[in-house]
């Protein structure tokens, strides 16, 4: 396996372990359907929350959450309502960001609760 998909494999790992300490509860990672794709899918206080989990060595060139752009908000909140339209869940949805800085075993996690809302457009 690339040293990057090493380190983004250990990201979500970390990300996973974080959201379990916090009381959410994991129904999904590295959910897929075709081509859309949605990195966790969580449960926590009646709410469903989507992760997007974003994983650096370091923040010299840019901020992780700088990766989540417009397109990919569309493509996960197009997941997301795929997801829940197959798994016919009924309650509301949060998207959050969830960013993983350092290397295996020395992270820095930052979550950022409603990071996004669906566009509108």
């Not at 990919?72 to 197009?78: A, G, L, N, P, Y």
């Not at 800085?101 to 996004?116: C, L, P, R, T, Y």
Request: hydrophobic share 40%; glycine share 4%; aromatic share 10%.
């Amino acid at each position: 396996m690339a040293k990057h998909n090493e380190l983004g494999k250990a990201g979500e790992n970390a990300a996973v372990a974080y959201l379990e300490q916090q009381g959410y509860i994991i129904r999904d990672r590295n959910w897929r359907k075709g081509r859309l794709e949605l990195d966790i899918v969580a449960v926590k206080d009646l709410e469903l929350i989507v992760a997007e989990v974003k994983t650096r060595s370091n923040t010299q060139f840019a901020e992780p959450e700088d990766a989540v752009d417009l397109p990919k908000i569309r493509r996960t909140v197009r997941a997301a309502d795929t997801y829940m339209k197959l798994f016919q869940i009924d309650i509301p949805v949060r998207f959050d960001i969830i960013t993983v800085v350092g290397n295996d075993g020395d992270f820095k996690i930052e979550h950022m609760k409603e990071a996004f809302y669906p566009p509108l457009f």
